[in-house]
C-alpha cells in the first residue's frame, strides 16, 4: 500500500504527558507515535527516533525525549491505529516520505490500555528487505524455470550420446555432464522451494505438515518413513513443516538414509519434532544446518541444509543436533494459534 503523501510536517515542540510509559517510548530505538482520540485518530507525539527518520532532525540526547507533531493519519495508519484502539496489535506495510526519499515501512498498532493515549505507532524501515526479497524472487524464477528447462535439454542430448555413441570415450563425457547438469538441476529445483520462506506466515496443524511430509518423502526414500505415536492436535508456523521436508530430503537423497522416524512432542508452549535416521550428514550439510559460513553446492547438497535452517528460524524456532549423534536432529518451534483440521493419513 502507498502513502507517500501523507506526511504532514508540523511545528516540533515539547510534547504532552503520555503517561507511565513516557521512559519507553522516548528512548525506544524504532520511531514511535502516539495517537490520540478515538473518534478522529491522528499523531500527536513522537520520539527521538520518528523525528530522525521522518523530518532528518538530529535530537540532542539532553532535549525532552517526546515531542508534539500534529499529524495526519494516512488510510494505512489510521485503520492500522483504529485496530489498535480496539485492543488488537495488527501490522502491515506503507510508503512514507523521509528525507532520504520514499521508503517502506512496517507501520504496527500497539494498543495503550491504560495510557494517556489511544494507540502507539510502531515504525520500521523494511525497504531494504523487500528489495532483498524482490531479487531472490527474480533469481528463484530464473533458477527454478530458465535454468532448470535448458539443463532439462542438455540432460536430453547428453543421455543420448551416453547411451548410443560408437565412441568410448564421448560415451564417458556425456555421463559426466549427464551427473554434472542433473545435480545442478537438482540446485535450481531446490532453489525454487526457498519461496516457501519468505511468503507470510500461516498456521497449520502439524498433522497436516507431518502428512505433507510424508507425502513428499516418502515416494524417494528408499526405505520406511514412520511417524511416531499421535501427532499432537497443536498448530504450528506452516513453515516448521517446510524445515522437516527438508531436513528429511537431505538425509534421504544424499544421505543414505534406509528409514527415518519423526516423533513430535509438545512442551511448555513449544513443539519439538525429532528427526531419527540411520542417515549421515556431511560436514557441509552440518555447518549449514548449525549456521556457520556459507557452503559449496556440492552435489546439490547446499541449498536443502539452508532451507531447512532459514525455515526453522522464519518460524521463531531452533535447529539442533546432538552433538553425540548426527542422527538425530530436533526442531523446536512456538504453537501459534489458527490452523485447519488435519486430513485423514492415507
Known amino acids: ?39 478522529t485518530p491522528r499523531i500527536e507525539v513522537v520520539n527521538r527516533a520518528y523525528l530522525e527518520q521522518f523530518d532528518g532532525r538530529c535530537v540532542s540526547d539532553t532535549e525532552q525525549g517526546s515531542f508534539g507533531r500534529q499529524t495526519r493519519l494516512s488510510d494505512t495508519e489510521r485503520e492500522v491505529a483504529g ?11 506503507t510508503t512514507k ?5 520514499h521508503r517502506q515501512f512496517s507501520v504496527r498498532g500497539i494498543p495503550a490500555p491504560g ?23 527474480v533469481l528463484r524464477r530464473v533458477l527454478r524455470h530458465d535454468l532448470r528447462n535448458d539443463l532439462t535439454v542438455l540432460l536430453g542430448y547428453a543421455e543420448t550420446i551416453a547411451e548410443s555413441s560408437d565412441d568410448p570415450r564421448s560415451r564417458e563425457q556425456a555421463a559426466m555432464i549427464v551427473e554434472a547438469a542433473s545435480d545442478l538441476r537438482g540446485v535450481a529445483t531446490s532453489a525454487g522451494r526457498m519461496q516457501s520462506v519468505t511468503e507470510t506466515a500461516t498456521a ?19 526405505g520406511e518413513f514412520q511417524i511416531a505415536g ?12 517446510v524445515a522437516v521436508e527438508e531436513l528429511c530430503r537431505t538425509l534421504s537423497d544424499h544421505g543414505d538414509a534406509t528409514y527415518i522416524r519423526l516423533d513430535p512432542q509438545v512442551s511448555n508452549e513449544c513443539v519439538t519434532v525429532t528427526l531419527e ?70
Open 204 to 222: 497449520t496443524k502439524l498433522g497436516n505438515a507431518t502428512t505433507r511430509v510424508r507425502r513428499s518423502i516418502s515416494a524417494s526414500l528408499s
Open 115 to 137: 495510557a494517556d493515549v489511544a494507540a502507539y505507532l510502531q515504525f520500521r524501515d523494511v525497504t531494504a528487505r523487500r528489495v532483498r526479497d524482490q531479487q531472490l524472487s
Open 277 to 346: 535416521t540411520d542417515g549421515q550428514l556431511c560436514e557441509q550439510q552440518r555447518a549449514a544446518l548449525e549456521g556457520l559460513d556459507e557452503t559449496k553446492l556440492r552435489h546439490a547438497t547446499g541449498i536443502s541444509p539452508w532451507i531447512a535452517r532459514w525455515a526453522v528460524r522464519a518460524a521463531g524456532g531452533q535447529l539442533r543436533i546432538d552433538d553425540d549423534a548426527a542422527s538425530r536432529i530436533h526442531v523446536t518451534v512456538p504453537i501459534v494459534e489458527g490452523g485447519s483440521t488435519p486430513p485423514a493419513d492415507d
Open 1 to 39: 500500500m502507498s502513502d507517500a503523501s501523507s506526511n504532514e510536517q508540523a511545528t516540533v515542540r515539547p510534547g504532552p504527558s503520555i503517561g507511565g510509559s513516557a521512559a519507553l517510548f522516548e528512548h525506544a530505538p524504532q520511531p514511535l507515535a502516539a495517537v490520540r482520540s478515538a473518534e
Open 83 to 93: 485496530t489498535a484502539i480496539g485492543g488488537v496489535s495488527t501490522q502491515t506495510v
Open 230 to 241: 499421535t501427532v499432537p492436535t497443536v498448530s504450528v508456523d506452516r513453515r516448521t513443516g
Open 97 to 101: 516520505r523521509t528525507p532520504a526519499g
